[in-house]
T-cell receptor, first 115, second 114 residues
Framework: LAKTTQPISMDSYEGQEVNITCSHNNIATNDYITWYQQFPSQGPRFIIQGYKTKVTNEVASLFIPADRKSSTLSLPRVSLSDTAVYYCLVVPQGPWGGATNKLIFGTGTLLAVQP | EPEVTQTPSHQVTQMGQEVILRCVPISNHLYFYWYRQILGQKVEFLVSFYNNEISEKSEIFDDQFSVERPDGSNFTLKIRSTKLEDSAMYFC????????????FGNGTRLTVT
């Protein structure tokens, strides 16, 4: 499984756009990039997933460059309730190379949004 | 939106006791998981379950742990003889497809072993 690296923490203010970048230099051809969010004392919650270019949903956008060695989660106009840990994961899309479907979580990025 | 539910939300037990953590996955999901998170640490994979058998388990999931789907709706994690180091949040998750579909997590059971 490709290892991911993301900042340990980020600070922001309400109303700002927040971009969290994740590097995954060893991503495999069949891997997707997936982001989860976790609030204190709650389970992780799926935010967005993509393979390449840009994906947008009602919560966030995900930008993936052509080489796919990094990705950026963009949260528009954050509010206090967006304070959480954000996890970037590389997820195989099939059992190629012995891959399994379990998720491997890193330490994530703690986003602190202030008023 | 359907969700994964876990009970109890908090369980306190004494060392050496058996505990059963319960989960009701989303009804049409076929793949089930348990994860745990020790306070301040990463979310760790414990076990995956499909078609009434374990698909994969981690090194953490030793002989003290077992999982069961006793009926069509519940999915349980049993710890036979709890240790202090089993204190953690335990999360159940489910998904409808093995590949490409996100996992839906419950809000966890906080297990405290004294």
């Amino acid at each position: 499984l490709a290892k991911t690296t993301q900042p340990i923490s980020m600070d922001s203010y309400e109303g700002q756009e927040v971009n969290i970048t994740c590097s995954h230099n060893n991503i495999a051809t069949n891997d997707y990039i997936t982001w989860y969010q976790q609030f204190p004392s709650q389970g992780p919650r799926f935010i967005i997933q993509g393979y390449k270019t840009k994906v947008t949903n009602e919560v966030a956008s995900l930008f993936i460059p052509a080489d796919r060695k990094s990705s950026t989660l963009s949260l528009p106009r954050v509010s206090l309730s967006d304070t959480a840990v954000y996890y970037c994961l590389v997820v195989p899309q099939g059992p190629w190379g012995g891959a399994t479907n379990k998720l491997i979580f890193g330490t994530g990025t703690l986003l602190a949004v202030q008023p | 939106e359907p969700e994964v539910t876990q009970t109890p939300s908090h369980q306190v037990t004494q060392m050496g006791q058996e505990v059963i953590l319960r989960c009701v996955p989303i009804s049409n999901h076929l793949y089930f998981y348990w994860y745990r998170q020790i306070l301040g640490q990463k979310v760790e994979f414990l076990v995956s379950f499909y078609n009434n058998e374990i698909s994969e388990k981690s090194e953490i999931f030793d002989d003290q742990f077992s999982v069961e789907r006793p009926d069509g709706s519940n999915f349980t994690l049993k710890i036979r003889s709890t240790k202090l180091e089993d204190s953690a949040m335990y999360f159940c998750a489910s998904t409808g497809e093995i590949w490409g579909s996100p996992l839906h997590f419950g809000n966890g059971t906080r297990l405290t072993v004294t």
